[in-house]
Nanobody
């Protein structure tokens, strides 16, 4: 059974940092692409960035230079390091595992950026 479980969400101040984790089970993690998405109520889910099995990563323009995605293949973990947080980063953040033709989603974790 495939499971993706996010953790690490919470409240941060503008300019602050948070690190999200996503633990994967039931997949051959090292060959799966892992992406992060976020969603605000009433809006479409937005791609934040992703990392390939070998470690190359890409980011949305809105987070480039502030967010960093990394992974530990030996521990089936992927991380989203978020720095210089802005109020507009407030959203539910989702982990996505993808290896064509399959993809799976975590349940999401709330991130709130507010003073």
């Amino acid at each position: 059974q495939v499971q993706l479980v996010e953790s690490g969400g919470g409240l941060a101040q503008p300019g602050g940092s948070l690190t999200l984790s996503c633990a994967a089970a039931g997949i051959d993690f090292s060959i799966w692409g892992m992406d992060w998405f976020r969603q605000v109520p009433g809006k479409q889910r937005e791609w934040v960035g992703g990392i390939e099995g070998a470690g190359s990563s890409k980011y949305a323009d809105s987070v480039k230079g502030r967010f960093t995605i990394s992974r530990e293949n030996a521990r089936n973990l992927v991380y989203l390091q978020m720095d210089s947080l802005k109020p507009e980063d407030t959203a539910v953040y989702y982990c996505n595992g993808n290896h064509y033709p399959n993809e799976y989603w975590g349940q999401g974790t709330q991130v709130t950026v507010s003073s």
